[in-house]
């Protein structure tokens, strides 16, 4: 009986003990980063992780807007839950106003049997009013049924406030490439950013990220054994 | 409090602006994958690495082959393939045409998804928009005009999606142009059969301006469908037709492109031989394209070339090239046959003899060169490194040349002679001469404060260098002192860029002394270690590449690094310092803006898990024992 309570009682505490809501419900807890590159990801099952893919990327330049479309194929198996990435590069100090860029970016949510839109930018100080005034613009645009997602800086969830209230359902820090010196936080406060990180293949974590979801960058095609490898790696972490 | 402070502190704080997609520059002395110079091209190879890229082989291949680059061939390789459509030439003369409502923007990608695939294409290439342009100069002054522009909108408009047609024409004048609009916005709207069928039909219709044309878009069609064969047959055929000589260029580039899907091996192994003949400035840069795409796909040619083999072997590192080169006595294969031996420590006499009697004007001098400095016997070795270095040769030879002499320095003077180097390659950067990672460590580590004191004022090295090695030395003789000098932990605590560190390359990234660095390299990290990535994996221990020093040098550096080591990061050093100073003379003038520094320092530096602690007694003992002070004020919290 005892071993039996025993048990009841830890199930209780996981099951009651508040965790932060999962913003995207139903969604893998595994993403694999597909960039501009030739991806064949259809060995992966679609309930064990999804495929955020770059859909476009959008330039900002001279006051217009330009956008590349993704021209690598990408292969994926049927089912795949697919989320869009949109990159956006500012290429001149002179922006484009920010609708004619959102409406560039909302266009990736309707790419067929795409789940959610993720939008990758960076932003310096000068430039966080403008992204703001973006995402604000491209929310009502993009089908209420499509979350958006976007990446940050580490800084941004550490020891910044600007990105809390953008109308994004998660912030996914970027654990990888960061600058000298700098380590990666295994949480952050901010809620926007406690549901997700992105890693690097090529980069070993010393501490292992709390965060539920994780997005997953290779620096090369995915092959199943890469993807294997990693998989091994973050179930080490859960 | 503390926690509330802390929280609010997490939330508000806001950092030093860091550039978007910002790329910390790292200084390079030879590119592994391309030539540093652009005079690679004119054939003053440098030294030739099995790491470069096919493109520079095949060039490197061609002069030692004798067979140089002419101009035409040259700009040909350097310039960049035509990308990016022209659709703006045409909007501009559309729009410009008075009552015709404008347009801003032609989308010319068409995505492709079905069957768990997913990409986009360019479906409406520059010509199109180009031939669209100069067909409308002809038509803008008909009747007809404002109709032909509303078709042609259709027809573009097919270009990213939809399958629109344009209705047949009423006006008899433009039914030529109206059958070739339809037929362009079945071709853009993916209905390939249809569209050829039609341009078949314009072929054949002599009164039509498209007929010449007509036959190449038919082409098109069969490749857009994927049916090569045919598409081959149309394409031989229309070339063998002297009627048909103004579109024997652009046949050709489509047979070409048809060919290397047909047959890659063959298609190789004509490449091969194609990409070797003088004066082929027509076809240089799609051959290398094509060639280079092979190579990617791991096609092999149907037959052996020389060119195919020699690349192969000299990016496998060289081996079996010893046999090739006697046979052939060709220079291609004495450099693989180099390559090899040099990576292995060991040349065989005829092999090195050969190498010897290379002339200094020979393409593969420099390379070939290189390879015998890393063969011969250290005082050969060191003799040939320093005539070529006294030679004209490219500067990042001449860094690798250094990197040699380093290697072999006999002594302290040798080794300040050639630790210089100068950075090469377009990163925007000032070029001025600095070290590289075989040195830093070695100053770092092995040198006493006592020999870097006297390296820091030898004109040998660079004067960047010089200036860094004196900061160096003033700010470990501080902190290796038993009792620091307050004024000079005061000044050091304004001074972010002073590190105990010696750095290679451009060194850190805010060069002010006075301004903190965005990426928080500011002043040392516990254990000098410095930035997690400065020590090189690729080197010798510092320890071993100082071996010419004596012994009694070599045991005070380890003496000295050893102390070095155990200092902890600086936010915590220079708060222990200040805090003791503080406790000892609250009433100098000095303390409040140190405290101040300090809680900067824990915010901005290298932490650990003590800074936090350093940090909130700083700021305690600031807010406490002077409220009222300027600087208490710009102190509203500590960090952790």
Same mark, same amino acid.
């Given at each position: 009986m005892k071993p039996f309570l025993a048990i009841a009682g830890i199930l209780a505490i996981v099951f009651l003990w508040p965790h932060p809501a999962d913003p995207l419900p139903g969604f893998p807890r595994v993403f694999l980063w597909a960039w501009e590159r030739p991806e064949d990801l259809t060995f992966l099952d679609p309930h064990s992780a999804g495929v955020a893919f770059l859909a476009r990327t959008v330039c900002l330049r001279d006051g217009s807007v330009s956008v590349r479309p993704r021209l690598q194929p990408l292969r994926y198996s049927p089912g795949a839950v697919l989320m869009a990435v949109v990159r956006v590069e500012p290429q001149s100090s002179n922006l484009p106003p920010a609708d004619g860029a959102a409406a560039a970016i909302a266009e990736a949510a309707a790419i067929t049997h795409v789940r959610a839109l993720q939008v990758d930018f960076d932003a310096t100080l000068s430039q966080r009013a403008y992204y703001r005034e973006l995402l604000g613009d491209l929310r009502p645009r993009v089908p209420p049924s499509i979350p958006i997602s976007m990446t940050a800086l580490t800084s941004w969830?550490?020891?910044?406030?600007?990105?809390?209230?953008?109308?994004?359902?998660?912030?996914?820090?970027?654990?990888?490439?960061?600058?000298?010196?700098?380590?990666?936080?295994?949480t952050f406060r901010p809620a926007l950013c406690q549901s997700s990180a992105g890693v690097s293949i090529d980069e070993p974590l010393r501490e292992p990220p709390s965060a539920a979801r994780l997005y997953i960058f290779s620096p090369r095609p995915w092959t199943e054994s890469t993807y294997r490898a990693a998989l091994r790696e973050v179930r080490k972490w859960h | 409090m503390a926690l509330r402070i802390l929280i609010v502190l997490l939330i508000l704080a806001v950092p030093l602006e860091l550039p978007g997609c910002m790329q910390v520059p790292e200084a390079v002395f030879h590119e592994k994958t391309f030539p540093a110079e652009g005079t690679f091209l004119e054939g003053q190879l440098g030294i030739l690495h099995p790491s470069y890229a096919r493109k520079h082989l095949v060039v490197?291949? #061609?002069?030692?082959?004798?067979?140089?680059l002419n101009n035409a061939e040259t700009e040909a390789i350097s310039a960049w393939p035509p990308f990016g459509p022209d659709e703006e030439v045409w909007l501009a003369a559309r729009n410009n045409i008075p009552g015709i409502a404008p347009i801003e923007r032609i989308d010319v990608y068409r995505a492709v998804q079905k069957e768990g695939r997913y990409y986009n294409y360019i479906n409406c290439n520059g010509d199109a928009f180009i031939t669209a342009a100069s067909t409308l100069e002809r038509a803008r002054s008909k009747l007809y005009a404002k109709d032909w522009i509303a078709a042609q909108d259709t027809v573009f408009a097919d270009c990213s999606q939809g399958n629109a047609i344009p209705p047949l024409a009423s006006d008899p004048q433009l039914r030529s142009d109206r059958a070739y609009q339809i037929a362009s916005a079945k071709f853009y709207s993916e209905q390939y059969d249809e569209a050829r069928k039609d341009f078949k039909s314009i072929a054949g219709d002599a009164s039509s301006p498209w007929h010449v044309i007509a036959p190449y878009l038919a082409a098109r069609c069969l490749i857009r469908a994927g049916n090569m064969a045919d598409a081959e047959r149309e394409l031989q055929t229309i070339v063998a037709n002297p009627a048909m000589a103004h579109w024997h260029a652009s046949a050709n580039g489509l047979l070409a492109f048809v060919r290397l899907r047909l047959y890659p091996e063959h298609r190789m192994h *004509?490449?091969?031989?194609?990409?070797?003949?003088?004066?082929?400035? +027509?076809?240089?840069?799609?051959?290398?394209?094509?060639?280079?795409?092979?190579?990617?796909?791991?096609?092999?040619?149907?037959?052996?070339?020389?060119?195919?083999?020699?690349?192969?072997?000299?990016?496998?590192?060289?081996?079996? +090239?010893? *046999?090739?080169?006697?046979?052939?006595?060709s220079l291609a294969w004495l450099v693989a046959a180099l390559e090899y031996a040099s990576a292995n420590g060991s040349g065989p006499p005829d092999l090195m003899a050969a190498a010897a009697a290379v002339k200094p004007d020979s393409p593969a001098d420099v390379t070939v060169n290189y390879d015998r400095v890393r063969l011969l016997p250290d005082n050969d070795a060191r003799a040939l490194a320093v005539r070529l270095l006294d030679s004209d040769i490219p500067v990042s030879a001449?860094?690798?040349?250094?990197? *040699?002499?380093?290697?072999? +320095? #006999?002594? /302290?003077?040798?080794?300040?002679?050639?630790?210089? #180097?100068? @950075?090469?390659?377009?990163?925007?950067?000032?070029?001025?001469?600095?070290?590289?990672?075989?040195?830093?460590?070695?100053?770092? #580590?092995?040198?006493?404060?006592?020999?870097l004191q006297q390296a820091s004022s030898n004109p040998l090295l660079p004067a960047k260098t010089r200036e860094q090695l004196a900061r160096v030395v003033s700010i470990r003789e501080l902190l290796l002192s038993a009792t620091p000098d307050f004024a000079a932990v005061f000044h050091l605590l304004h001074t972010p860029g002073d590190e105990p560190i010696v750095l290679s390359g451009y060194g850190r990234l805010t060069t002010d002394l006075g301004e903190l660095d965005p990426l928080k390299d500011n002043w040392w990290c516990a254990g000098s270690s410095g930035p997690p990535h400065w020590t090189p994996p690729d080197q010798r221990p510092p320890e071993a590449a100082a071996s010419f020093l004596p012994a009694a040098d070599r045991q005070q550096a380890a003496a000295?690094?050893?102390?070095?080591?155990?200092?902890?990061?600086?936010?915590?050093?220079?708060?222990?310092?200040?805090?003791?100073? +503080?406790?000892?003379?609250? $009433?100098?003038? $000095?303390?409040?803006?140190?405290?101040?520094?300090?809680? $900067?320092?824990?915010?901005?530096?290298?932490?650990?898990?003590?800074?936090?602690?350093?940090?909130?007694?700083?700021?305690?003992? /600031?807010? $406490?024992?002077? @409220?009222?002070?300027?600087?208490?004020?710009?102190?509203?919290?500590?960090?952790?």
């Open positions: 969830c550490e020891s910044d406030g600007w990105i809390a209230g953008l109308p994004v359902v998660e912030a996914v820090p970027m654990l990888f490439r960061m600058g000298p010196g700098e380590r990666p936080a295994r | 490197a291949y #061609r002069y030692m082959s004798g067979i140089r *004509e490449l091969a031989l194609a990409l070797v003949k003088p004066n082929s400035q +027509a076809t240089i840069q799609q051959d290398l394209t094509d060639y280079r795409r092979l190579f990617d796909q791991d096609v092999r040619p149907t037959e052996n070339d020389d060119l195919t083999d020699w690349i192969v072997n000299f990016q496998a590192g060289g081996k079996g +090239a010893l *046999e090739k080169w006697r046979d052939t006595h001449r860094n690798q040349f250094r990197a *040699e002499c380093l290697r072999m +320095a #006999r002594n /302290l003077e040798e080794f300040l002679r050639y630790a210089g #180097r100068t @950075p090469v390659g377009d990163d925007g950067m000032p070029h001025d001469d600095t070290i590289d990672d075989d040195s830093a460590p070695v100053f770092d #580590r092995a040198l006493p404060l006592a020999l000295e690094w050893g102390k070095l080591a155990a200092i902890p990061a600086a936010p915590d050093w220079l708060g222990a310092q200040a805090l003791a100073f +503080a406790e000892k003379n609250p $009433r100098d003038p $000095r303390v409040p803006e140190a405290l101040y520094l300090v809680v $900067r320092a824990s915010r901005y530096g290298c932490t650990d898990e003590k800074t936090g602690d350093f940090s909130k007694r700083a700021f305690d003992l /600031l807010h $406490r024992r002077y @409220p009222a002070n300027e600087w208490t004020k710009k102190t509203p919290f500590w960090y952790k």
